[in-house]
């Protein structure tokens, strides 16, 4: 029996295209785009969506690559994936999720697509990919947590503004370099970083407190996808500090905040460190499942 990804590569490229090369950046198209992404990832097939977009630009943790030597080379074994859409900006933001021993990624990806040519052709495409040796890496980990939080679509009349959004996301690295900056956390709020849930103290507290942020950490290059109908803002970010091998060089992140009723209530963060493990030594603070520091606790280990 062919595999599903061999019929999905058989009849996805033209379908797509049918479907998208009408008019503007709908959902429906940023759907489609995304959803061949996803194939195209699952295959180990780049061109099922480089033969729509040959000239779009390729980068994987702030680095360009040719997309046929990167991530996307090799079949994945997915576990897991969830796409996010933002018509006003024609762009989508896919996590992946692959457990995998041999091969185990959680990627975060971000694409810009072109209103002008059609709905879908890509521009751009940046990867944030996470793999062993990345900052506090569990896929393992990730494919759990992420199993018991709720992403459903905000029923209509609760969804944030985009402006709100927007703004919860912002305020949580704005506060990085200026204690004055409330972050709008809810209760209940979980931060799934690298792997591991994180929060000050105990995880039944259910918060996103870390009991204190550094103050002189300014958060670069930042880069949103916002979709109001699943109250998600993403900002690719440079992190300085993350690394402490290479403490002023930003590294490439992306977290993920979903916002419900203007307060954050999941935050999911995917880092590529330069060095192996960011220079981090021991335990994952907030690993075993006991919270901890997390992203602060790295800093701690910076002394800032
Ligand atoms: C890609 O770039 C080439 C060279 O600039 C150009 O001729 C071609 O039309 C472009 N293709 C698309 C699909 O934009
Ligand atoms: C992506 O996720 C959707 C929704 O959970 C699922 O139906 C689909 O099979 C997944 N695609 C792949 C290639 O794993
Ligand atoms: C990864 O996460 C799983 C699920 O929470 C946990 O059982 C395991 O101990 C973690 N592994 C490491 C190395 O922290
Ligand atoms: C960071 O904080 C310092 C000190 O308050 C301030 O001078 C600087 O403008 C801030 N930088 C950014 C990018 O916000």
Redesign the pocket.
Known sequence: MPSLNAILLTILPLATLTTLTSAECTRAALKAATAQYVAAASAGNPALWTALSPNASYIENDEPVPVARGVLANPMKLDHNRSFHDTTACAALTELIVTDTAKPYVVHTRMLFDPALDAARIKTVESTVATTGDWAF?A??YL??NSLESWAPIPEGQRDSRDTIKAAGDAYFDRWNDTRVEIPLGTPCARLEG??YTGLGRLEENTCNLGGFPSNIVVTNRRYIVDEEMGVVDIFIGFPGLDRNVPTRPAPDSHLFRVQGGKVRYIHTVSHCFTTRCGMTGP?PG???VGGGGERGCRRGLGV
């Open positions: 569990n393992t980990g759990y947590w792997g591991a994952v690993s075993g499942n």
